[in-house]
């Protein structure tokens, strides 16, 4: 993860939890079941912080609505794809330079709380 500098903001949403359709099998297939999404985001908040105004910041609420919508109308074979469209929406904002993007699916495997896959993206600037 890139080093927070002055002047830039980390944004982390915790623990999102969604119902979608992810997995391979004939169960998964037919049934939704619970994802757990944590998103870190850096995106400079000069801005923001001097005239203390919504229109200057990074709307979380905007993007993470954008996030539901998205996983709860889709269906998703793999961790890993669910993950990099969740990625994608996030990086879709030019203000954002860095995100991080875990999604984990409880129950996953037997003897483990979860199964998560981890992608991360950052904006040349």
């Known amino acids: 993860m890139p080093k927070l500098t002055p002047g830039m903001a980390r944004i982390r949403v915790k623990d999102l939890r969604l119902r979608t ?10 049934n ?12 400079p908040a000069d801005d923001a912080v001097a005239v203390n105004q919504i229109d ?23 961790l ?12 879709a904002y030019p203000q ?6 875990e999604v984990d699916k ?8 979860s199964v998560s896959i981890t992608l991360s993206d950052s904006r040349e600037l």
Not at 61 to 77: C, G, Y
Not at 80 to 91: A, F, G, H, I, P
């Open 21 to 30: 359709f992810i997995g391979i099998n004939d169960d998964e297939i037919r």
């Open 32 to 43: 939704k079941q619970d994802v757990l999404i944590n998103l870190t985001i850096l995106y």
């Open 56 to 78: 200057k910041a990074l709307n979380y609420r905007t993007i993470t609505k954008s996030i539901i919508r998205h996983v709860e109308e889709n269906r998703f074979a793999l």
């Open 80 to 91: 890993e794809r669910l993950t990099k469209e969740v990625l994608d929406l996030v990086m």
């Open 96 to 101: 954002v330079h860095y995100a991080e993007v």
């Open 106 to 113: 409880p129950h996953a495997l037997r003897f483990a709380e």
